[in-house]
């Protein structure tokens, strides 16, 4: 179970940094349509941190 919670906790953090990059970048090119979709991801990535971090210290934090 741990195993699952490090694997979601490493796709938590590459998806919201994902979308911060991205976001940024096509924000700063001027493409804000494609800016929105890139950082609305962002609350994704913290919720996936949020639940594997809980769900980790509630399983024993090892």
């Known amino acids: 179970m741990n195993r699952m ?3 979601t906790l490493v796709v938590g953090i590459v998806v919201t940094l994902f979308g911060v ?3 940024f970048t ?3 090119m001027g493409m804000d349509n494609f800016a929105m979709y890139f950082i609305s991801v962002v609350p994704i990535g913290f919720l996936f941190v949020f639940a594997a971090l809980t ?8």
């Open 21 to 23: 990059i991205a976001g």
């Open 55 to 62: 769900g980790w210290i509630m399983a024993g934090g090892k």
């Open 5 to 7: 919670f490090k694997w």
């Open 26 to 28: 096509t924000m700063f």
